[in-house]
């Protein structure tokens, strides 16, 4: 069993999947920003149709005129993650993006949203325990 352990990777599913509050693209940002401020969520998703066309974090709400459209100041979302897209991977694409967050998909239906900060956390006590399974097989040798 520890032996599965030390090899199995750690994906999306391992982290927190925050909950984020779906607007309407025709919202307005003062709109998205009550919403966002109610559901205390640092970042809104942009739909029309029930289809997902953007996100928008809480720093672009805050510094958009408040009568435009939320979907004019909403990033595209090219990708969303599935629970078994790897943390490197997840990490890789929301830079490539430059996103603070990525909706995490399985098929149609939304699970969620993960942020850059627990990606980057978890891959942090990643490499330590990494580093701690070194030190201790050098102590060993």
């Excluded at 940002?29 to 109610?38: C, E, N, S």
């Excluded at 430059?98 to 956390?121: I, K, M, Q, S, T």
Aim: avoid cysteine; charged fraction near 25%.
């Amino acid at each position: 069993m520890d032996a599965q352990m030390r090899e199995r990777r750690s994906d999306i599913i391992d982290l927190p999947i925050q909950r984020a509050p779906i607007v309407p693209a025709h919202l307005t940002v003062d709109g998205a920003r009550k919403i966002a401020a109610l559901k205390r969520a640092v970042v809104v998703l942009v739909e029309s149709g029930g289809r997902l066309l953007g996100l928008v974090e809480a720093r672009a709400l805050a510094d958009a005129p408040a009568g435009a459209e939320v979907v004019t100041v909403a990033r595209p979302i090219g990708l969303g993650l599935r629970p078994t897209t790897s943390l490197q991977r997840a990490r890789e694409l929301l830079l490539r993006a430059r996103l603070n967050a990525l909706p995490v998909v399985v098929g149609a239906f939304l699970l969620g949203v993960v942020h850059l900060a627990d990606v980057e956390r978890a891959l942090g006590a990643a490499r330590a325990v990494e580093a701690d399974r070194a030190d201790a097989a050098r102590a060993v040798a």
